[in-house]
């Protein structure tokens, strides 16, 4: 069992910390979700993607508290040896480097439109302060960097609670916005969302199945992804550590259906990728959402550095096992990772495809494959309700 230690980081600000690694860019993108599956048939992938993800930290940190172990990458070495360790560091650090890199790509791409809508500007231009390239460096020096600089995540949790209160309020939006715009949309300038509008356009719809509908599964199994984070949080804070779990995963699952359900009946069949976009459509210059579009850049900025933590661990697992706490190597480290996202970020012009690749194989290990492994490798054969705790395992791993 894990040896008592002096908790370094409080329940609430340890819930604050989970929810924000929790919560990712792809919550913009869950009202298209809806749209391609139907009310009903979302709600039912939410529910068993949340639930999933909420036993699988269960049987993480059942493992982590047998051996003793408060590392993602020390229980791949402990149930399968060198090989689990290099395999869960390598699918901890792609996935985190992919989530990275989208929050960093809706910081290049949006920034620039909320500078050139505060300057009242219809149009962008060649200054330097509206190339998203230099942005993305500005806010990586300025605010990321220091952050990322912490010896400890815990006192992250401040930044987490003001990221969770934008994303709240980006919610609250949505809601708003559902009873202030009429469907069919109006075309405004130059935007036209239907020239011909037909009859079933504003229907709202509650099971079904397009092309599109299998895209919804990896989007919510990537959006409650939160397992490489549950460790490094329980090292600061070892009692009660499920019940964070439980409250982050209920928490994200509230503001996920309420944000893709009055999104979707806000657009219906209009509802784009992204849904930020899509209100762009109806009105480019409306305050509100440009407020709200601040707000998301506010949250994924801050989102980083929590995210960083577990690549760093991961690396530092790797490279130097067993070595005490350096500030030379913890800063170095930061400073490179952070390099390769921004140049990623930069250098390829669509991040969606890496996003979409990472999302699609690395989330799924993190969350149904790794867990169970774990658990059934690690726990000892004489546990009490073992073989139903391993049938868990299994249907886990399927």
Not at 53 to 66: D, F, I, M, Q
Not at 196 to 206: A, L, M, S
Not at 297 to 309: E, S, Y
């Amino acid at each position: 069992k894990f040896l008592q230690h002096k908790s370094k980081t409080s329940f609430g600000m340890s819930v604050f910390n989970l929810s924000n690694a929790i919560m990712g860019s792809g919550i913009l993108g869950l009202s298209y979700a809806m749209s391609n599956t139907g009310i009903i048939l979302f709600l039912i992938l939410l529910t068993c993607i949340a639930c999933l993800s909420c036993y699988s930290v269960h049987l993480l940190l059942c493992s982590a508290g047998v051996v003793g172990i408060r590392a993602y990458e020390q229980l791949g070495f402990r149930a399968f040896g060198h090989p689990g360790k290099i395999l869960a560091a390598v699918i901890i650090t792609l996935h985190n480097i992919g989530a990275m890199s989208s929050y960093l790509f809706i910081v290049k791409s949006e920034l620039p439109l909320v500078i050139q809508a505060f300057l009242g500007q219809t149009s962008s231009s060649d200054d330097w302060f509206m190339n998203g390239n230099y942005l993305i460096i500005i806010v990586t020096v300025c605010i990321i960097l220091p952050l990322t600089l912490m010896k400890h995540l815990g006192y992250l949790g401040y930044t987490s609670g003001f990221s969770l209160s934008c994303m709240v309020f980006f919610l609250s939006s949505v809601i708003y916005k559902r009873f202030k715009i009429a469907c069919p949309l109006e075309v405004f300038g130059n935007y036209s969302v239907n020239t011909v509008v037909p009859e079933d356009t504003c229907t709202t719809k509650f099971f079904t199945i397009n092309q599109e509908t299998a895209y919804t599964i990896p989007i919510l199994a990537f959006a409650f992804v939160c397992h490489p984070e549950v460790l490094p949080i329980y090292t600061e804070l070892s009692k009660r550590m499920q019940n964070i779990g439980n409250v982050s995963i209920l928490g994200m699952f509230i503001m996920y259906f309420f944000t893709a359900i009055f999104g979707y009946l806000t657009f219906y069949e209009n509802t784009e990728a992204e849904l930020l976009h899509t209100y762009s459509k109806v009105d480019p210059l409306d305050t509100l959402i440009l407020c709200v579009r601040l707000a998301v850049l506010v949250a994924v900025t801050l989102t980083v550095p929590v995210v960083l933590f577990p690549i760093r661990r991961a690396l530092l697992q790797l490279l130097f096992p067993g070595r005490p706490f350096h500030w030379l190597r913890h800063i170095i480290i930061a400073m490179c990772l952070l390099f390769a996202v921004n140049l990623l970020v930069i250098l390829v012009p669509n991040i969606r495809d890496i996003f979409g690749i990472t999302g699609a194989t690395t989330a799924p290990s993190l969350i149904f494959i790794l867990p169970g492994l774990f658990y059934i490798r690690i726990i000892p054969t004489n546990q009490e309700k073992q073989s139903y705790n391993e049938c868990n395992s299994l249907v886990i791993l399927y």
